[in-house]
T-cell receptor, first 115, second 112 residues
Framework: DTEVTQTPKHLVMGMTNKKSLKCEQH?????MYWYKQKAKKPPELMFV???????INESVPSRFSPECPNSSLLNLHLHALQPEDSALYLC??????????????FGDGTRLSIL | QKEVEQDPGPLSVPEGAIVSLNCTYSNSAFQYFMWYRQYSRKGPELLMY????GNKEDGRFTAQVDKSSKYISLFIRDSQPSDSATYLCAVNYGGATNKLIFGTGTLLAVQP
């Protein structure tokens, strides 16, 4: 079992739906990340939160909206997604964002399918 | 040129074999080196983390970093069917950000 918990594990939604992905960690980490992973590809960074503030947005379309309500929680709000957005969405955390190569710890992801 | 190149595989070995997984990187500024294991339908799991040249051992796993050649390796001794997974190398500059640069991954199958 990982120390980064993601819910739901699977999500099927239509292109007009609004849904949210949730991520939780209780390791005291102050950096949290969203990644997108397509089949047979490495994870691609989407967003980074550092001390609950958005630090990095890797030019992600606005139909993906991240939120960090507190130091343990990270959400990804989804709206009007496209079929090409179907992928595994991974959350990760690390002690900090700003220095000394802190290892990132991943959750098991939410497998998202867009109909 | 990609920042990190990884032998793509797939790799198939018999149980008990020694497995060697390899990556090269282009920028000598990378300071931190990681290996992740990813089972099908799971997230990447941190296997090894190192920040210096040399070897680091953890059970059947040995991570090797050669900064002069910009080459990183993961060796698995006495491989088991449970080692069948995709292995991802990752590098990090350290310093101002904690951004990971991943290799493309190597799919390993250990045959019983």
């Amino acid at each position: 079992d990982t120390e980064v918990t993601q819910t739901p594990k699977h999500l099927v939604m239509g292109m007009t739906n609004k849904k949210s992905l949730k991520c939780e960690q209780h390791m005291g980490h102050r950096a949290m990340y969203w990644y997108k992973q397509k089949a047979k590809k490495p994870p691609e960074l989407m967003f980074v939160y550092s001390y609950e503030k958005l630090s990095i947005n890797e030019s992600v379309p606005s139909r993906f909206s991240p939120e960090c309500p507190n130091s343990s929680l990270l959400n990804l709000h989804l709206h009007a997604l496209q079929p090409e957005d179907s992928a595994l969405y991974l959350c990760a955390s690390s002690l900090t964002w700003d220095g000394n190569g802190q290892p990132q710890h991943f959750g098991d992801g939410t497998r998202l399918s867009i109909l | 040129q990609k920042e990190v190149e990884q032998d793509p595989g797939p790799l198939s070995v018999p149980e008990g074999a020694i497995v060697s997984l390899n990556c090269t990187y282009s920028n000598s500024a990378f300071q931190y080196f990681m290996w992740y294991r990813q089972y099908s339908r799971k997230g990447p799991e941190l296997l090894m983390y190192t920040y210096s040249s040399g070897n680091k051992e953890d059970g059947r796993f040995t991570a090797q970093v050669d900064k002069s050649s910009k080459y990183i390796s993961l060796f698995i001794r006495d491989s088991q069917p449970s080692d069948s997974a995709t292995y991802l190398c990752a590098v990090n500059y350290g310093g101002a950000t904690n951004k990971l640069i991943f290799g493309t991954g190597t799919l390993l199958a250990v045959q019983p």
